[in-house]
C-alpha cells in the first residue's frame, strides 16, 4: 500500500476518532483500572517524577490518573485542541497540563516517564511514533507501551501491530522491564503490555 493511501487511511481514522469522543461520554476511571491491573506495580516503582508524557492521550490524559504522579504533566495527541472544545471530557481531565499536538514539538531527552497506551495502532506511522517516544524519554526513563496485538485494521485503528516485532523494535532503545499478552477487554485480539529503561 502507498503512503497516500496510508495517508488518507490515518486522516480517516482521526476524523471518526473525534466524532467518536464528541458522542459518547465514558468515565476514563473505569477504562484506567484496566490499565492499573497491569502496569500499577510498574508506576509504584518509578514513583514521582519530574516530567511526564502521555503520547496519544486522548481528550483525558492517563496522567490525571491518581498513579501517576510528576511536576510537569504534557499531553501529546493530534486531535488535543479539538478535545478541549469537549465539555465532558474537560469536565474530568482535572489535573494540570500542557498540551503539544505533535511529538516532534517535544524536547528530547525531556521525559522521565513516557506513556504510548493504546495510540500506537491509530498513528499514522506507529514505529515513527515509537521512536519519538524513546526520543522525547531521558536515558533511564520508564517508557510504558500498550497496544492491541494482531487486531485487524478498523475505521479508527489504521494498522495491525504485531507484537513479536514490536518488542524487538522497543528493544533496540530500552531494556525491559516487564512485558506482559493479556485478553483485550475491548476486541477480540490481545493487548501487549510493555515497560522498558530507555538507554
Not at 498513528?123 to 496485538?149: F, H, M, N
Request: hydrophobic share 40%; net charge negative.
Amino acid at each position: 500500500m502507498n503512503g497516500q493511501a496510508i495517508g488518507g487511511r490515518y486522516e480517516t481514522a482521526q476524523f471518526h476518532e473525534l466524532e467518536w469522543w464528541q458522542n459518547n461520554q465514558i468515565d476514563m476511571s473505569l477504562e484506567w483500572d484496566h490499565y492499573l491491573e497491569n502496569l500499577s506495580g510498574v508506576l509504584d516503582s518509578v514513583g514521582h517524577v519530574a516530567v511526564a508524557v502521555d503520547v496519544g492521550s486522548g481528550p483525558i490524559p492517563f496522567l490525571c490518573s491518581p498513579a501517576v504522579s510528576c511536576d510537569r504533566a504534557i499531553a501529546v495527541d493530534p486531535l488535543i485542541d479539538e478535545y478541549a472544545k469537549i465539555e465532558w471530557a474537560e469536565e474530568q481531565a482535572i489535573c494540570p497540563f500542557e498540551r503539544a499536538t505533535d511529538i516532534h514539538d517535544v524536547e528530547s531527552a525531556v521525559s522521565d516517564l513516557t506513556l504510548c497506551l493504546n495510540a500506537l495502532d491509530h498513528a499514522s506511522s506507529p514505529y515513527e511514533l515509537l521512536r519519538q517516544c524513546c526520543r522525547i524519554t531521558k536515558s533511564g526513563g520508564c517508557l510504558i507501551v500498550t497496544v492491541d496485538i494482531g487486531k485487524p485494521p478498523d475505521i479508527m485503528h489504521p494498522h495491525t501491530v504485531d507484537g513479536p516485532t514490536l518488542i524487538r523494535a522497543i528493544c533496540r532503545h530500552a531494556d525491559q522491564v516487564k512485558c506482559v499478552v493479556s485478553a483485550s477487554w475491548k476486541f477480540e485480539n490481545m493487548v501487549l503490555w510493555y515497560a522498558g529503561k530507555v538507554r
